[in-house]
C-alpha cells in the first residue's frame, strides 16, 4: 500500500463498512484491490465485511472467504513491512471462532 495515497473506493468502503452497509463495502474494497492488489488495509476491511454478511445469513463459504482476505493482509503486512498487523489478527481470530460456530451448528 503507497504512503499518502488512499483511494476513493477505499474511503467509500470505509464509509460504507462503518455504516454497517456490509454489502456496498465489499464491492468499493474490490474496486480498490482491483486496483491495488497488495493493500493490506482494504483486504482485512474486505474481509470484516464478508464476515458480518456472512454471519448475517449464515453463509459459511462467505466465512471462508474473509478468513483468506484476513491471511492474506498479515501475510503482505509480515512480506512488505516485516512487521505485525494486529487488527487483522484479531479479525482472523474472531473469524475463526465465528466459523467454529456455524460448522457446530
Not at 67 to 70: D, V
Not at 77 to 90: G, H, M, R, S, T
Given at each position: 500500500m503507497k504512503e499518502n495515497s488512499i483511494s476513493k473506493d477505499f474511503q467509500k468502503g470505509l464509509g460504507m463498512l462503518n455504516g454497517k452497509h456490509y454489502k456496498k463495502a465489499i464491492e468499493f474494497f474490490q474496486r480498490d484491490l482491483d486496483k491495488e492488489p497488495d493493500n493490506y488495509a482494504s483486504l482485512n476491511n474486505m474481509g470484516l465485511a464478508k464476515s458480518h454478511v456472512s454471519i448475517e445469513n449464515n453463509n459459511i463459504s462467505l466465512l471462508e472467504e474473509a478468513?483468506?482476505?484476513?491471511k492474506q493482509a498479515i501475510c503482505l503486512?509480515?512480506?512488505?513491512?516485516?512487521?505485525?498487523?494486529?487488527?487483522?489478527?484479531?479479525n482472523l481470530k474472531w473469524a475463526l471462532e465465528e466459523y467454529s460456530k456455524m460448522e457446530s451448528k
Open positions: 478468513i483468506e482476505n484476513f503486512v509480515k512480506n512488505l513491512d516485516n512487521d505485525e498487523f494486529p487488527i487483522a489478527e484479531a
